[in-house]
């Protein structure tokens, strides 16, 4: 990836001060969306960097839900929703999370996963890491195996990216 690539999606992103508590700084990406090119670009530079094999893409709601299928469709795997809990009409396992601003349960459904599966987990942004280590946790509760996460945006002064490093997973972000 170059630093134009990078650059190119930074502009498609916007901030929005405030929201949705004062002094956060809110990354919007629904403007990267809303661009053809971008959305390509975001999609296709994305799965440029999985080494794989995958063979299931664990999207996070809400954002995640967003690049997981079109990233499964090019590495040729299947899609893992976990979801805010209480959405998922199964039997479930969930986990607690603190984020930058708040707390919150993800869940996904208990035999959602082959043991020994290979996961890539997929979100639009990593701040402090809360919401992906809780979805580490929970896949690996499931029995499957989480080699590579990828995000859109990484927050680095939030430390995110590199706790998930510590957790033993190869991280991948498109813009700092
Ligand atoms: C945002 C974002 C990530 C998470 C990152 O989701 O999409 O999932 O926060 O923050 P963290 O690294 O500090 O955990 P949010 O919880 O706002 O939910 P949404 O996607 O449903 O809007
Ligand atoms: N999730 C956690 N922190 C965020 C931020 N600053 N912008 C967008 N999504 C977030």
Do not use: W
């Amino acid at each position: 990836m170059t630093d134009d690539t990078a650059a190119r999606l930074a502009a498609l992103i916007r901030t929005i001060p405030d929201f949705p508590k004062p002094g956060i700084q809110f990354r919007d990406i629904t403007t990267l969306l809303l661009d053809p090119d971008g959305l390509r670009l975001a999609v296709e530079t994305m799965a440029a960097k999985i080494a794989g094999p995958i063979d299931l893409v664990a999207g996070i709601e809400a954002r995640g839900f967003v690049f997981a299928p079109a990233l499964a469709l090019r590495l040729g795997a299947g899609v893992l929703l976990i979801r805010k809990d209480g959405k998922l009409p199964g039997a479930t396992i969930a986990e607690d999370y603190a984020l930058e601003y708040g707390t919150d349960r993800i869940a996904m459904h208990a035999d959602a996963c082959a043991p020994g599966a290979r996961v890539l987990l997929v979100d639009d942004l990593i701040a402090t890491g809360g919401t992906a280590r809780a979805a580490v946790r929970l896949i690996r509760k499931a029995g499957a195996v989480v080699s590579e996460a990828a995000f859109v945006i990484d927050l680095p002064d939030l430390g995110g990216a590199a706790a998930l490093a510590g957790d033993g997973i190869a991280v991948h972000a498109l813009v700092a």
